[in-house]
């Protein structure tokens, strides 16, 4: 895995943008407001939005993007089942986008640094979201449709918390059933102050509960794990969950197991009982 630090120095330089457990809604199958071609992306925008990689949609190639009034369409030749790769990565004038019904697929990063947008409706069809696909979208409110959790906070498929809509939240408590955090989740949020792991959680990755911001700035974040068993973390070089001015607090019985648990046992020193 890459350093995520060292990521974020490189992504402006990779940027051709212009500036209940299940948690799925009874209703997504409906998909409202998502009525438009399956070969078409609609979008809102400050500017005109031009994906950074032609080539990131599959089989579908783009012939146009017109843009007037704040409005773009992209349209391509063939429906679009794949969004791929950091397709839209860091195309902060990004505001709104509806995608197709035809999606199956999105990539990695393929919305990271999206910073303008506030909400995405993802399709009932869709069956995969790779990791970080919608990191550090500072602005995002919430997800709708399909793996939206029922606070609308985050997206979840198959016990997996994916991604996560921070706009307005200093405090998250990630709901009772998760069983996995991905890599990465709150990476970047630097405006987190609690976060709360449920008991059912048996795995984390790497770097979840690193919210520092882009310049190192940590707002002294406290994570409170409730798991008896320590979560399991992904074995890469250089493992870190959180910054090392975060406090986690973990049951008191537990407290020995967690220091002794790799990926925890680098943060033994943070690391208090707490009677949950």
């Not at 640094?113 to 500072?138: D, K, Q, R, W």
Request: glycine share 8%; aromatic share 12%.
């Amino acid at each position: 895995m890459k350093n995520f630090l060292a990521f974020l120095m490189a992504a402006s330089i990779l940027c051709s943008c212009n500036n209940s457990v299940n948690g799925i809604d009874a209703d997504d199958h409906e998909q409202p407001g998502n009525s438009i071609a399956n070969n078409t992306i609609r979008y809102t925008a400050i500017s005109k939005v031009i994906p950074n990689d032609p080539a990131a949609f599959g089989n579908a190639h783009l012939v146009s993007n017109t843009f007037e009034g704040g409005n773009g369409i992209l349209e391509f030749d063939a429906e679009i089942t794949t969004i791929g790769a950091r397709a839209f990565e860091d195309c902060s004038n990004l505001m709104s986008i509806t995608l197709p019904n035809s999606l199956k697929t999105i990539g990695r990063y393929a919305f990271y640094l999206c910073t303008g947008l506030t909400n995405i409706t993802i399709p009932y069809n869709v069956v995969s979201i790779a990791v970080e696909a919608f990191g550090e979208c500072h602005a995002l409110t919430s997800f709708d449709g399909k793996f939206a959790t029922t606070d609308k906070r985050a997206l979840l498929s198959d016990g997996s918390l994916i991604a996560f809509a921070p706009a307005g939240l200093t405090e998250y408590e990630i709901p009772d059933g998760v069983t996995s955090i991905e890599e990465g989740l709150f990476f970047g949020y630097y405006n987190m102050q609690r976060i709360t792991i449920p008991g059912s959680v048996t795995s984390v990755g790497l770097a979840a509960f690193s919210t520092a911001d882009a310049n190192g700035f940590s707002n002294n974040l406290i994570v409170y794990c409730k798991p008896v068993i320590p979560p399991t973390v992904k074995k890469e070089d250089g493992v870190y969950l959180c910054e090392y001015n975060a406090k986690i607090y973990v049951p008191r019985a537990s407290v020995e197991a967690y220091k002794a648990a790799y990926g925890w046992k680098e943060h033994s020193s943070q690391i208090e009982g707490y009677d949950f």
